[in-house]
């Protein structure tokens, strides 16, 4: 025990040390004085430099280049309005996320509706020039590379959350609800082109390309939205979540490839879409079979250590070129994030702390200006007179039969209740923001018209919001099972396990 007089202690007293002398008032003033005499010969120096250097030439700028003048300032500058953009969408998400909480909505709908109220659709129509400031055109395009950055982000810790070992155990149900959820609505979506087109369309438009498009759009799942809901509702490991999840991810990505196909065919191209086809099984291939074994050759080798900021720099950049790869073959970005995630074991200590390190910036930050985004180029008063409004609501009507019949159907085939097959089904039938992707795609091209596009944004807003009731209705509150249960095959769970009331084991 070290004492007073104990070697290396030192009290107070017996220091050595003597405190500084307090600087007196002259020395105050003196430093002043010198500290205002070097500001004064900084500032005489320089206007003598810029006497020189105003007689000084340079070269004419080049051709179309811009002086930079102003760049920074004002009402044009990009980096400005993102910021007052992201701030504005966060704040009103979050008020209208528990605004929607109060009512059984889940906040993923607030922050949506807070996106179209900051757009066209009411901030636009009471103050244009607000809006205007408020997200500019040149500015919008910056936001919109922000909010496709957490979409890609948020889908990689989705697929580190997803337990494979329980989706192999379902694959025949999942497979079969995403593939007849696609069919059926598909099918409908099809056959509603024939009262459509000569109303919504025109005659530039070949009535092949326009039936396609509006069948896709009727058989698309909103996978990031189903994901946030199935999160929020703490859905996300029940055997009915991963069953709805497993199946939205390979029906969106079947739709994506049937999306390059209508491309292809509206642009007279069918053999590049044919590619895109090839060129996505080939990337899924490459990463079961060389990024799979290097995921679970690094669990093996440093179990539960904490991962390196080198190892999680390495994971977030081949987040970012599994996103790139899909991009560029045609595929959504985050369907590449959401397999690489998918492929790191869920339970080991690196899909736990990259998640936890991702989180609450991603959730917080980044996924609502995704949400946001969409919102602010939606124009609702474009279905205005009675006629538009009764074929809205067939749209309504028609892609909630297609999606929900389908999903229904498979789901009691592959062995779920009746109460859990219409919670399959009323999941499946959500969508939001990557059906507007596609309908944005088919604007873009002139496929559909713009009524047509506020028409499809009203059925995904309106199906999505029908999810939450329809849940509270058929789903009461989930009861944790024994983790032994949950591990067992498919064939051995008792009938009562395989429910959508059943949890798996934690990630965290």
């Given amino acids: 025990m070290i004492g007073r007089g104990a070697p290396g202690f030192r009290s107070p007293q017996s220091s050595t040390m003597t405190d500084p002398t307090p600087p007196s008032a002259s020395r105050h003033w003196l430093a002043a004085a010198a500290y205002i005499g070097m500001l004064a010969a900084g500032i005489g120096v320089f206007f003598l430099i810029r006497s020189y250097g105003e007689t000084l030439s340079a070269p004419a700028p080049e051709p179309g ?109 999942v497979f079969a609800v995403s593939h007849v959820s696609i069919v059926l609505p598909f099918v409908l979506g099809a056959g509603l082109a024939l009262w459509l087109y000569p109303t919504l369309s025109n005659s530039a438009v070949p009535f092949t390309s326009f039936a396609l498009f509006v069948g896709v759009a009727m058989a698309i799942t909103a996978f990031t939205v189903l994901a946030r809901i199935l999160t929020d509702r703490g859905l996300d490991k029940t055997i009915l979540g991963v069953t709805a999840l497993g199946a939205a991810a390979v029906g969106d990505v079947t739709a994506w490839c049937l999306l390059a196909l209508v491309v292809g065919v509206a642009k007279a191209q069918v053999g590049e879409a044919l590619l895109v086809i090839l060129w996505a099984s080939l990337f899924v291939a490459a990463m079961l079979l060389v990024v799979r074994p290097l995921a679970a050759a690094y669990v093996r080798r440093n179990g539960n250590v904490a991962p390196s900021r080198g190892t999680i720099a390495v994971v977030i950049i081949g987040v970012l070129l599994a ?171 008792p009938a009562e396990v395989l429910t959508s009331t059943t949890k798996a084991r934690p990630v965290a």
Wanted: net charge neutral; charged share 10%; glycine share 12%.
């Fill in 323 to 493: 996103a790139l790869t899909t991009e560029a073959i045609g595929i959504h970005a985050v369907f590449g994030a959401f397999l690489l995630g998918v492929l790191i074991p869920h339970d080991s200590r690196l899909a736990r702390d990259i998640g936890r390190k991702l989180y609450d910036v991603v959730t917080v930050l980044l996924l609502p200006a995704f949400f946001a985004f969409t919102g602010l180029r939606t124009q609702i008063g474009l279905v205005s007179s009675g006629s538009d409004w009764l074929m809205c609501g067939v749209i309504v009507l028609v892609a909630t039969v297609g999606k929900f019949g389908g999903a229904f159907v498979a789901a009691r085939a592959t062995g779920h209740g009746w109460r859990d097959a219409a919670a399959v089904g009323s999941l499946m039938n959500t969508r939001g923001l990557m059906e507007l992707i596609i309908l944005n795609i088919g604007l873009d091209l002139g496929v559909i018209s713009p009524t047509l596009f506020a028409m499809m944004v009203l059925m995904a807003l309106l199906t999505t919001m029908a999810t939450a009731p329809a849940l509270h209705y058929l789903m009461p509150a989930p009861k944790p099972q024994p983790v032994d249960e949950m591990e067992a095959p498919a064939d051995r769970w």
């Fill in 65 to 173: 280049s811009s002086a930079g003048v102003g760049a920074a300032t004002g009402k044009g500058h990009a980096l400005f309005h993102v910021l007052l953009a992201l701030a504005a969408v966060i704040a009103l998400g979050r008020v209208f996320g528990k605004m929607f909480s109060y009512v059984g909505q889940p906040p993923v709908i607030g922050e949506v509706v807070a996106g179209i109220a900051l757009g066209p659709s009411l901030l636009g129509r009471i103050s244009p020039d607000a809006m205007s400031f408020l997200l500019p055109n040149d500015a919008a395009p910056h936001l919109g590379i922000v909010a496709q950055l957490g979409a890609i982000l948020y889908m990689f810790i989705v697929g580190l959350e997803l337990n494979t070992g329980q989706l192999r155990s379902i694959a025949r149900s």
